[in-house]
């Protein structure tokens, strides 16, 4: 009896934190923000009670300390004003399967393995093409088919952006790291020495610096947008080339296949992540966040994609998802502009870049905001509260779109090279000034754009700088990046190009959507299962523990897109394209006439566009509107067509 009654009382406490910040008289250095954790009662965790609580054992906290070391390093709880975190629960009360909802869940996963078993057996069997609608329904989930897919390469190289398969999974691994740098620090009993030795370092910045990798993705993003958009607008008749701002259907599908592509995902890992994950394992270390707790009140945000609109509270690493969807968004008014004229295209986009620049510029003065987050120390010069930078600019789009406009840009103009007739005569024109030209302006501003950070990160009173550097870095360096990606694709690329377009690369770069959305699990999750305080030595360590987040992120990666992501895609082909039992040609006819776009003109293959054009970024690049010209496509039967124009939808 007694021991139920500890058991009980055990599973009713809940773990609270809050932290402080300086008052605004005190600029010392070493005063640096303190968190506090407690225990306490489920009862007792209203927000009054745990606040009162919290401010008694602030004080008592300070009273040992000073008693105890002589130490001053703690202010008195009057100097510092306790800004409260939250409270999650000490544990769950009942085992997984002791639970209806995660239950369900697994039983959901299991008919998707069965579904995906009986395909593959079918594939294996009869092949991959059938005439019967369920048939072909079912080999939508046929492992073979889809492992097939992620693994070929495309056939028309030339047309292919391929040095964005090992940007994107490069920009992959250069987010996990920083993300898991910094939550290992929760974990270390020397955090101290950690921040010095991270923070103080000159060429640590690739690591507190890491936020760049977002922007990676934003060019990615706007580049195979555009790029894809425009190699079909530049084809004769193409419905690109007179779509105008009133034609609704061809906007809608153009929306709506982004949404196919993004869904599937995006709702398996939220409710694998809300309903299980986060409640099958137990460890000694409270989690920085409960989803199970945070995403039954807040999934509709992540669904409707306006999660980095409001406090961004489930999933919180995918508010970039949210930010590059409303990009998406906004990419026709771009795509038009610069369709109707490049020198009105190329002004608004200069135009929304220097708005987004100046309203940073100004954030960060009303607000005394660093350039980046500061999210090992924070320099007393800006303000402390990191949290409220995280929300209030860094993950706004009106203050991030100038790196998704620079690829709208950079699509624009390799696709106009790659069909211009005039492409060769250019390539001949380019002169060896040209070339090192731009590869001297690409390393420099490159180099600037992630290494100077580093007067901020010493706190440098260097008001101008940061400024100049908080709005306008970003852009820069998707600028920089543009410039690679414009060499490797038109031949002066060299061996940067070789690298960044092997063939490995290929199903890692397919995966890295799925593995973005589920990586942040794995980060906190071996640091919660390691013995607990971690001694900090050197950042091997951590690292280590990268390369096993990273596997393991994988490994679901696989499972998410397996089970989601390309079943939803071969779906989508097979009931959203038009019917196949019409001659080539008649049914693109009939649509043009359901959409009012006129009579289809023969000749322009979409399929090869497609084929031309795989996705690139971690959200999922589009290459085509799916509209008109995607459901013109994949008129042959062949099952090798069928493979090549299916894997480059990724």
């Known amino acids: 009896m007694e021991q139920h009654l500890i058991r009980d009382c055990i599973t009713e406490l809940h773990y609270c934190y809050g932290e402080t910040k300086p008052g605004n008289e005190s600029r010392e250095p070493q005063q640096q923000q303190i968190a506090y954790g407690m225990c306490i009662p489920s009862t007792c965790s209203g927000e009054m009670d745990r606040m009162e609580l919290l401010k008694e054992w602030q004080h008592n906290v300070h009273i040992d300390n000073v008693k ?55 594939h294996w069997r009869r092949g991959g093409r059938s005439k019967s609608l369920r048939v072909q329904l079912l080999l939508s989930f046929s492992a073979a088919r889809n492992m097939k897919k992620m693994v070929q390469m495309p056939k028309d190289l030339q047309s292919t952006i391929t040095c964005m398969f090992g940007l ?81 259907p061809y906007w809608l599908r153009f929306y709506r296949h982004r949404l196919v592509r993004l869904w599937p995902a995006y709702i398996y890992t939220l409710f694998a992540v809300t309903t299980r994950v986060s409640v099958t394992h137990y460890h000694p270390m409270w989690p920085p966040t409960d989803p199970a707790v945070q995403c039954p009140k807040h999934w509709l945000e992540n669904v409707l994609f306006i999660n980095s609109l409001t406090d961004n509270r489930c999933l919180p690493w995918t508010w970039y998802i949210g930010t590059e969807f409303i ?180 199903p890692l770069s397919v995966l890295s959507y799925s593995v973005y959305l589920f990586h942040m699990i794995p980060v906190v999750f071996t640091y919660m299962i390691s013995p607990f305080p971690i001694h900090y030595k050197s950042k091997f360590y951590v690292l280590i523990h990268c390369v096993i987040q990273l596997a393991i992120s994988y490994g679901f990666g696989m499972i998410c897109t397996l089970l989601a992501e390309l079943p939803a895609l071969n779906i989508e082909r097979i009931l959203l394209s038009p019917k196949r039992e019409l001659p080539r040609g008649e049914h693109c006819v009939e649509e043009d006439k359901r959409n009012g776009y006129g009579s289809a003109v023969d000749g322009y293959d979409s399929g090869a566009m497609r084929m031309a054009v795989p996705s690139v970024t971690v959200e999922k690049d589009v290459e085509e509107s799916g509209g008109y010209s995607t459901s013109c496509a994949d008129e042959e039967e062949d099952e090798g067509t069928e493979k090549q124009s299916d894997r480059n939808r990724h």
């Open 327 to 506: 990009f998406y968004l906004l990419s026709p008014v771009f795509l038009l502009a610069l369709r109707q004229s490049p020198v009105y295209g190329l002004s608004l986009v200069g135009a929304v870049s220097a708005a987004s620049a100046l309203a940073n510029l100004i954030t960060m003065l009303q607000y005394n905001f660093p350039p980046t987050q500061m999210l090992w120390k924070q320099p007393p010069i800006f303000s402390p509260d990191f949290i409220k930078h995280h929300l209030v600019i860094y993950i706004k789009p009106w203050y991030r779109i100038g790196p998704y406009l620079v690829g709208l840009v950079l699509g624009f103009v390799l696709a106009v090279q790659s069909v211009s007739p005039q492409r060769k005569r250019s390539e001949d024109a380019r002169s060896f000034r040209f070339v090192w030209a731009g590869w001297a302006m690409a390393c420099g501003a490159g180099f600037w754009s992630v290494f100077g950070l580093y007067p901020a990160l010493q706190g440098w009173d260097w008001p101008l700088y940061h400024l100049f550097y908080g709005s306008c870095a970003r852009t820069i360096f998707a600028i920089a990046l543009g410039w690679l990606i414009y060499a490797c694709h038109t031949g002066i690329g060299g061996p940067i190009n070789w690298v960044l377009s092997l063939s490995p690369f290929l």
């Open 68 to 122: 105890n070391n002589g130490s001053r390093a703690l202010l008195d709880a009057d100097d510092r004003r306790l800004l409260f975190g939250d409270c999650t629960k000490s544990r769950h009360t009942r085992q997984w399967w002791e639970q209806p909802v995660p239950l369900l869940q697994f039983a959901f996963d299991m008919v998707l393995v069965g579904l995906i078993s009986v395909a593959t057996v079918l």
């Open 168 to 248: 994107r999974f490069l920009s992959m691994v250069w987010t996990l790291i920083g993300h898991s740098f910094i939550f290992v620090q929760a974990f270390l009993s020397n955090v101290d020495e950690f921040k010095d030795d991270l923070v103080d370092n000159f060429w640590n910045q690739w690591i507190t610096n890491f936020t760049l990798s977002v922007d990676v993705f934003l060019v990615l993003s706007g580049t195979l947008t555009a790029y894809s958009w425009f190699r079909r607008a530049q084809q004769p008749h193409s419905v690109e080339a007179r779509v105008g701002w009133t034609a609704w």
